[in-house]
């Protein structure tokens, strides 16, 4: 079943419990965009994303890592 809402985005990975929250999203009927707020996040989403079918991975950077130089070249 595909599911009825969706979030814009969200980060999994800052929350308590990730998979008890993509658990949870699923029984609602919630899907979630759950992306990192730097590249390297990726692949733990789409672990994530491969496991929970309301979950769909994307790479992120926040723009004021960007700016402030923390995230290199």
């Given at each position: 079943?595909?599911?009825?809402?969706?979030?814009?985005?969200?980060?999994?990975?800052?929350?308590?419990?990730?998979?008890?929250?993509?658990?949870?999203?699923?029984?609602?009927?919630?899907g979630?965009?759950?992306?990192?707020v730097?590249?390297?996040?990726?692949?733990a989403?789409?672990?994530?994303?491969?496991?929970?079918?309301?979950?769909?991975?994307?790479?992120?950077?926040?723009?004021?890592?960007?700016?402030?130089?923390?995230?290199?070249?």
């Amino acid at each position: 079943m595909e599911p009825r809402f969706f979030d814009t985005h969200c980060h999994l990975d800052l929350m308590l419990s990730p998979d008890a929250a993509a658990s949870e999203s699923a029984a609602l009927d919630l899907g979630l965009f759950d992306c990192g707020v730097d590249p390297r996040d990726f692949a733990a989403a789409k672990k994530r994303a491969s496991r929970y079918p309301n979950i769909i991975a994307g790479a992120g950077l926040h723009p004021w890592w960007l700016a402030d130089g923390r995230c290199g070249p």
